[in-house]
């Protein structure tokens, strides 16, 4: 088989528990917050912003409109007494270029934003007017503007002090209100979590709102419904045609031995023994899927059952325990030191299926290796597909043709079995080629 393109991440049980999100600054809740502040700032800035030039705007346009009527005033006292009026000026020094030269002799405003910090004056509002006909004098008035703006500062200043607090204050409400939302997915997220592991009763329940966390929730149980359904059918199934199979498989191997010798009364035997295991399989995934399987636990040699699982197979495999080849041992009698506490009924079903499956789907050579609480089973053949690595061996599936016929169940009962005691069994692919089968004991 050729290598896959894509690194499979490798399939064990038990499956790891579903972690919780960290509350970290990549949550969602400090996502909400951030983009709550963020929006805060944006608005506070778009209203600041509004807010000062509206008013500058106001400012300009009230010392225009003074400075205007100051003119009025003024040309008035002085066409009547021929001078001018306090606050008014002839010809000032300071005048704006744009005033001094008038083109006619209508009122006109002018304003001057320069500062004169040592002179004490800011931003200041002219207005002028020519006293007669072209090349008279021009009288002028002015209105200094410092205070305006000073209190147009004063005014940014407040309103930014006042955002800063309404944003302190805004702050904590949006990171509790986004710890509210991001608490209800996280229920959600665990139930779905432990959907997956296998917990199959796993349910978020009723909750609060009719938002769309609610209808989340609502879908994942209503999902979490349909697959616990589908999965009893299939179980049940499974056992109703196991128990009912068994019966007539029993009475073929009775009417095979009643057939005389020859070549066909051994292909029928063949057959009907192939068959005969295949009942016993279906039934051994009945009663796992239905809990009814207890383990009866001894402290026993792991090396020496597995190696008693192995002979038992018939089959050419290589096996390695704990410095002891092929039965000689090398290092002392290592493998009696290794002792667990597990069935080894459950566990000789575990070897021979992970060796005789490494036989049918694989190639040789086929190595099992033990090593502490730890067994290892390895062919050089195409290796797991990437379907199984990613899902977990199916009943009645074998993954990809190049694997080689078979029902699917070895992989699966070895599964059941491992779950059964308590242990973890690690399917993966070589970086060199072959499939490797990890059984690794609880403590």
């Known amino acids: 088989m050729r290598p896959f393109r894509r690194p499979v991440r490798p399939f064990h049980l038990p499956v790891r528990p579903f972690r919780r999100l960290r509350p970290d600054l990549a949550s969602l809740r400090w996502k909400i917050a951030a983009l709550a502040a963020a929006t805060a700032c944006l608005v506070v800035a778009a209203v600041g912003v509004l807010v000062h030039l509206w008013t500058a705007h106001d400012i300009r346009s009230r010392a225009d409109m003074q400075v205007f009527n100051g003119v009025y005033s003024a040309m008035d006292v002085y066409r009547r007494t021929g001078t001018p009026a306090d606050g008014a000026e002839l010809d000032p020094a300071d005048l704006p270029a744009a005033l001094r030269h008038p083109t006619d002799g209508n009122r006109h405003t002018a304003y001057d934003g320069r500062v004169d910090a040592d002179a004490n004056a800011g931003p200041t509002m002219w207005a002028g007017q020519r006293t007669g006909g072209p090349g008279s004098r021009v009288l002028a008035v002015r209105v200094n503007m410092s205070n305006d703006f ?88 499974t056992a109703d045609v196991a128990h009912e199979l068994r019966t007539p498989v029993g009475g073929l191997l009775a009417a095979v031995d009643l057939l005389p010798p020859g070549e066909t009364e051994d292909l029928l035997r063949a057959r009907v023994r192939d068959l005969r295991g295949l009942v016993e399989d279906l039934l051994e995934i009945s009663r796992l899927d239905a809990g009814a399987e207890r383990p009866v636990r001894a402290r026993v040699p792991l090396g020496a059952v597995v190696s008693e699982a192995v002979t038992r197979t018939g089959l050419d495999t290589e096996v390695t325990v704990a410095g002891v080849i092929s039965g000689e041992v090398i290092d002392g ?12 009924r459950r566990l000789e079903r ?52 190049e694997r080689g016929s078979g029902h699917g169940l070895g992989l699966t009962i070895a599964l059941g079995q491992s779950r059964l005691l308590g242990a973890e069994l690690r399917l993966d692919n070589a970086p060199d080629g072959g499939a490797v089968a990890t059984l690794r004991l609880p403590d």
């Open 150 to 237: 000073h209190t147009l500062r004063q005014l940014d200043v407040t309103m930014a002090v006042a955002s800063l607090a309404a944003l302190a204050a805004a702050a904590p409400l949006a990171v509790y209100g986004a710890g509210l939302l991001a608490r209800r997915l996280r229920r959600v997220s665990e139930t779905a979590g432990r959907i997956s592991a296998g917990d199959l009763d796993a349910r978020t329940g009723p909750t609060k709102g009719r938002d769309e966390v609610a209808d989340i929730a609502a879908t994942v149980d209503l999902m979490a419904d349909s697959l616990g359904q589908r999965l009893r059918t299939e179980r049940q199934f």
């Open 333 to 344: 009698e290592a493998d009696a030191a290794w002792t667990v506490e597990t069935d080894p």
């Open 350 to 401: 575990i070897v021979s299926n992970l060796v005789v499956n490494a036989h049918r789907h694989g190639d040789t050579p086929v190595r099992v290796t033990v090593e502490d609480r730890t067994v290892v089973v390895r062919d050089h053949g195409p290796g797991f597909p990437k379907d199984l690595l990613l899902h977990g061996p199916r009943r009645f599936h074998t993954g990809a043709t």
